[in-house]
């Protein structure tokens, strides 16, 4: 039998679509209506890769406020609706990423999506965007029983793509995703554009990139075939 192709799975915010201005605006209309001020963008940044519970729970914590945990699942509950009511909104994907997508496809590489954004939203973001035609899967926190950094994320959307561990590479932006990849055996790339909220370099990827232009088929073959 043929071997698999190699499967690239990448993680979403902040590694394929720059999705944090719709996220924090989101945040902001949300715990404005609860009366507290508007947090400032690039303060929250840092936070977005963590999904919408942990920005939630940093805006109460950076206005000096306590927030009850069943307050908090409702107020999540309202940014997933909300958020979901303006795809695309703004989010692109990041620069030179289709192109370099575009050229692997081309060396037969195939790929898919490994998210902790629900997989309703995944989906969604990726129709909005004209994107969803590249993935072989996509998979969300609520997939599988289990959601990043749990490896078996991570190994079942390979299998779901139809893919095999050993020909398979993550790219992420975070620890989530960082450990992922490790506890998988899986090869990481990491983006350091993304919404990390220390220098991605601590966490020791196989390869650190900077733009999507660096994200060669000889790049990815050699970390895979390591
Ligand atoms: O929504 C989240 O929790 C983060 O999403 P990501 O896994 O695509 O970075
Ligand atoms: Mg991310």
Redesign the pocket.
């Known amino acids: 039998m043929d071997s698999p192709a190699p499967l690239i799975v990448f ?5 394929l679509i720059d999705t944090a201005p719709d996220l924090i605006s989101c945040l902001n209309d949300i715990i404005m209506a609860e009366g507290l001020e508007a947090v400032d963008a690039e303060a929250m940044r840092p936070q ?5 519970r ?1 920005m939630l729970s940093r805006a109460y914590e950076m206005a000096g406020k306590h927030l009850l945990d069943e307050k908090l699942d409702l107020l999540v509950n309202d940014f997933i609706k909300l958020y979901g009511q303006n795809m695309p909104g703004s989010s692109e994907p990041f620069d030179g990423m289709l192109d370099a997508m575009s050229t692997l496809k081309d060396n037969g590489f195939k790929f898919a999506v ?4 629900t997989e309703m939203l ?1 989906n969604k973001l990726l129709d909005a965007l004209d994107m969803s035609q590249w993935f072989e899967a996509v998979t969300g ?1 609520d997939t599988f029983k289990v959601r ?1 950094p749990h490896p078996d994320h991570l190994l079942k959307t390979i299998e779901m793509a139809h893919g095999s561990a050993k020909q398979a590479i993550m790219v ?3 620890p ?2 960082f450990s992922t990849a490790k506890a998988a055996s899986i090869p990481v790339i990491a983006v350091d554009f ?2 990390c909220d220390s220098p991605v370099d601590e966490f020791e990827p196989d390869k650190i990139i900077s733009h999507y232009s660096e994200m060669t088929p000889e790049l990815v073959l050699s970390l895979i075939n390591n």
Do not use: E, I, W
């Open positions: 993680d979403l915010d902040g590694t977005v890769g963590f999904g919408s942990v490994c998210t902790n954004k995944a926190q990043k992420g932006d975070t989530t995703d993304g919404y």
